[in-house]
């Protein structure tokens, strides 16, 4: 009996330890086993243990408070009763380390899993974030680049903008040129009448004056 309990025992602390060390791969076997214990069958069967231990463990505790009550009793305790005495009380240690490593070997497997998911999550988030930073690069890098296009496009339009203007300002001097080459036009047109009505003019004085001389001849 108490051989069993102390192989149970070293081997809870064995994988107590595991569970809190890590070391190389013996933390995950240690994992897997505990799972595999709270998988199927293995919760009942462990309920059945713990609450055998304890039934044991309580007759334990009761049988060594009878013999501390006898030796209070007679005022001494016989040999047999120490040895009883003695007996018990490392049988109730044994199972009452036992079931605490088993609790804390529960505990341990909890937390554990817990922080692996913790991890998991974690690392998830890390890479989103990662991602999320490098879209945010890509788009300050497309930003730049939207930005040094539309100054370029800003200052091609203010090129053409002065284009505009120089072509408005010669069409505006064309349009003057033509509008003085056509009031040109039209006082030569004007004097070119006039200079007929004095050609007419002449002529028939020629006339006259060619009649006179006839005339008098």
């Known amino acids: 009996m108490f051989q069993l309990l102390f192989l149970v025992l070293f081997a809870e602390a064995a994988v107590a330890l595991l569970l809190m060390v890590k070391v190389g791969p013996l933390r995950e076997l240690a994992m897997r086993g505990v799972e595999q214990v709270k998988t199927g069958k293995g919760p009942a069967t462990v309920k059945t243990l ?46 009452g380390y036992t079931l605490f490593l088993a609790f804390v070997i529960d505990r341990l497997h909890h937390y554990v899993q817990k922080l692996i998911t913790l991890r998991k999550a974690a690392k998830i988030s890390r890479e989103e974030v990662e991602k999320l930073q490098m879209e945010n690069q890509s788009f300050r890098e497309k930003e730049e680049k939207s930005s040094s296009e539309i100054k370029k496009l800003q200052q091609d339009i203010a090129k053409l903008s002065e284009d505009m203007k120089k072509l408005k300002s010669e069409s505006d001097d064309h349009e003057r040129k033509a509008l003085e080459a056509e009031s040109h036009v039209n006082a030569l047109q004007k004097q070119s009448e006039e200079l007929l009505l004095e ?19």
């Open 199 to 217: 050609y007419d003019r002449l002529l028939e004085d020629n006339q006259i004056l060619q009649t006179q001389l006839h005339s008098m001849a």
């Open 50 to 95: 713990a609450c055998t231990l304890s039934v044991i463990l309580m007759s334990s505790v009761t049988t060594i408070v009878k013999i501390q009550n006898r030796g209070h009793k007679l005022g001494t305790i016989s040999p047999m009763d120490q040895v009883l005495w003695r007996t018990h009380l490392l049988e109730a240690s044994l199972i």
